[in-house]
């Protein structure tokens, strides 16, 4: 898919020099909205890729750091329920979690 990818994103700079130079505007339009929307959805590709990694057990997590926030939280706040949409990935630096319909504590651990 890539490669496919990185085809396409060339055809379409081609194809903006000959709508420039030989006055196709609708051409040139067109493949001026496409070269940016390609190159995104090569980023977005290339992002998925490292989410497969870190799933088969690269746990690196340094290039996810770019799109984490920092967040505090008191003791006995609620992060979420069982039966909650899962929109949010948390990753704990200190503390644990006290599973309340389990019985569990999930204590910190730095690997």
């Known amino acids: ?3 496919l990818r990185i085809v396409s994103m060339v055809c379409n700079a081609c194809f903006i020099v000959y709508g420039y130079f030989n006055p196709a505007y609708p051409t040139l ?5 496409l ?5 995104l959805r ?3 590709i290339q992002l998925v890729y ?4 870190a799933a088969r ?6 290039w996810l750091k770019p799109y984490m926030s920092t967040r505090r ?3 006995g706040y609620t992060l979420f329920r069982k039966g909650d949409v899962a929109d949010t990935m948390f990753y ?7 599973l309340v319909e389990s019985g569990l504590d999930v204590p910190y651990s730095n690997g």
């Not at 339009?29 to 909205?33: E, F, P, Q, S």
């Not at 490292?50 to 990694?53: F, H, L």
């Not at 704990?92 to 006290?98: D, L, Y």
């Open 1 to 3: 898919m890539v490669p």
């Open 92 to 98: 704990t630096v200190t503390g644990h979690f006290r």
């Open 35 to 39: 070269l940016p929307l390609n190159a």
């Open 29 to 33: 339009i067109l493949n001026a909205i």
């Open 42 to 44: 090569l980023y977005l």
């Open 57 to 62: 057990g690269d746990f690196l997590l340094d």
């Open 50 to 53: 490292r989410v497969e990694d």
């Open 73 to 75: 939280y008191a003791e």
